[in-house]
């Protein structure tokens, strides 16, 4: 299993940046594939998810209404649409998946270690 993301880079404070996820590697068809991102000296945090089955979304609290998670199952790429940003949301972001998806999205995104399949980070840095 292979995930590549990319997308991030350096915008100021209320910009935006999408992120990209392209996987290979797998062709389980009931699957969970998200975004996940660590700060300096914090845990890894859930973001958001999308599954495969019924293409359902899953967003932490703290991006609700200013990210949007699609997908494109022509190009096995995920995107995650970041607008709003402000340097809370400064961290290495992860694209991780798991299959196959048996539980709601959020027994995902609450917790990483129940995702198995992980990418490098992309790094995103919002400037005050």
């Known amino acids: 299993v292979q995930l590549q993301a990319s997308g991030g880079g350096l915008v100021q404070a209320g910009g935006s940046l999408r992120l990209s996820c392209t996987f290979s590697g797998f062709t389980y068809p009931d699957y969970v594939i998200g975004w996940f991102r660590q700060a300096p000296g914090k845990e890894r945090e859930g973001v958001s998810l999308i599954t495969s089955t019924d293409s359902s979304t899953y967003y932490a609290d703290s991006v609700k209404g200013r990210f949007t998670i699609s997908s494109d199952s022509a190009k096995n790429t995920v995107y995650l649409q970041m607008n709003k940003l402000h340097p809370d949301d400064t961290a290495l972001y992860y694209c991780?998946?798991?299959?196959?998806?048996?539980?709601?999205?959020?027994?995902?995104?609450?917790?990483?270690?129940?995702?198995?399949?992980w990418g490098k980070g992309t790094q995103v840095t919002v400037s005050s």
């Open positions: 991780a998946t798991n299959f196959p998806g048996y539980y709601s999205g959020n027994y995902y995104l609450g917790d990483p270690s129940h995702m198995h399949y």
